[in-house]
């Protein structure tokens, strides 16, 4: 049984930062690429950042660009959402993610399990 199980949401200040974690089991963890996404209230769920199963390769969206880090611990089978200098508009349910056969996943239909999201203000 696949399991993702996200830690390290809350509130924050606008400027603040968060790191968050997902802890996953139930399958092979270097098998497969990780992906972090977001849904914000009234919106469609996008990708925020992925990583390639080795954590050679990553992917942004535009809007965390040089603000958001993605990384990897293949010993622990976690991936991490560092994310620096968080503005209002990051607030969302932040989604932990594990993929296919893909070697970078960017689209939501190339996610086989989620985990069950933690919540992120940022407070202006």
């Known amino acids: 049984q696949v399991q993702l199980v996200e830690s390290g949401g809350g509130l924050v200040q606008a400027g603040g930062s968060l790191r968050l974690s997902c802890a996953a089991s139930?399958?092979?963890?270097?098998?497969?690429?990780m992906g972090w996404f977001r849904q914000a209230p009234g919106k469609e769920r996008e990708l925020v950042a992925a990583?390639?199963?080795?954590?050679?390769?990553?992917y942004y969206a535009e809007s965390v660009k040089g603000r958001f880090t993605i990384s990897r611990d293949n010993a622990k089978n976690t991936v991490y959402l560092q994310m620096n200098s968080l503005k209002p508009e990051d607030t969302a349910v932040y989604f932990c993610?594990?993929?296919?056969?893909?070697?970078?996943?960017?689209?939501?239909?190339?996610?086989?399990?989620w985990g069950q999201g933690t919540q992120v203000t940022v407070s202006s």
């Open positions: 993610a594990q993929g296919g056969s893909n070697w970078l996943p960017i689209l939501s239909s190339d996610y086989v399990y």
């Open positions: 139930g399958r092979t963890f270097t098998d497969y690429a």
């Open positions: 990583i390639s199963r080795t954590g050679g390769t990553t």
